[in-house]
């Protein structure tokens, strides 16, 4: 049973809740249980969208706490940033799109996890900070030096990297970090109404969009463009091809079922 992540169902969404309070930082534990809800939720059918999120509204998740690994370059520590990295590259690659729900602070390995996310939805109190340079540790976990850049530009990227300072919300949409800024009394209904809208969508074009855009900056266009021909000629005519062309020619919404 996960001690420090809360999973629940409704309809086609499932969220997945860091509850550590209380800033719902990240464990070494927190770490593997997200590992292990995420291929939960890969096996379960009905779940068509997940929704990430922190407990309460003081933090989405505040990265590290310090005081749970040593600050050394021991196997403790590596295992640590190879959990940290693991959890990253599971979120990006995971075949269903996910929504972060971000109130209160991201910060850390937080804001990592978060910007892996393929949808970004800040509440209008949300901070973000990238600080690593002040306390002495290099940010290891394959998003601020392997992934920002390309997220939000080059030097957009060493803005945020080399200043360190705290981004409101507002800041946050024009640096591209989120998707949207919701006031903070619509926060769960909105994020209620979107997340339901995704699940609704086609779950195979989905999978292909991820793998898509995923492949254009770690592989090139040259991958991409080959995915982008595999799974056009795999889906063509496929129970889901067929039902989003009727359902348009029927003026209705139509019934995808992942086949």
Not at 158 to 184: F, H, K, N, T, Y
Not at 190 to 211: D, Q, S, W, Y
Not at 236 to 254: C, L, M, N, T, V
């Amino acid at each position: 049973m996960s001690e420090t992540i809360r999973l629940s169902h409704a309809g086609q969404v499932s969220t997945v809740t860091i509850d550590r309070p209380p800033l719902n930082t990240v464990s070494p534990q927190t770490l593997a249980e997200l590992l292990t809800a995420f291929a939960e939720l890969e096996r379960r059918a009905e779940t068509r969208c997940v929704v990430l999120t922190g407990a309460g509204r003081r933090a989405f998740c505040a990265g590290a706490n310090l005081g749970d690994k040593p600050r050394d370059e021991g196997d403790a520590s590596t295992a640590f940033r190879d959990a940290g990295r693991a959890v990253v590259e599971r979120i990006e690659r995971f075949p269903k799109p996910v929504i972060a729900a971000i109130r209160g602070w991201c910060i850390g390995g937080g804001f990592a996890i978060a910007e892996a996310c393929d949808i970004r939805l800040a509440g209008a109190e949300a901070k973000f900070r990238t600080g690593d340079c002040y306390i002495g540790i290099v940010p290891s976990w394959g998003m601020s030096l392997v992934r920002l850049a390309h997220y939000i530009g080059r030097n957009r990227a060493l803005d945020m990297l080399i200043l360190g300072e705290d981004i409101a919300a507002p800041e946050a949409l024009q640096l591209g970090l989120v998707s949207r800024v919701i006031a903070e009394d619509r926060f769960e209904e909105e994020v209620a109404r979107i997340a339901a809208r995704v699940a609704a969508g086609a779950p195979l074009v989905f999978r292909a969009v991820k793998e898509a855009i995923h492949a254009q900056y770690a592989e090139g266009t040259t991958a991409a463009r080959h995915l982008e021909t595999y799974w056009s000629e795999t889906t063509q005519g496929s129970h889901d091809y067929r039902e989003g062309i009727a359902a348009f020619k029927e003026k209705r919404q139509p019934r995808f079922e992942g086949r």
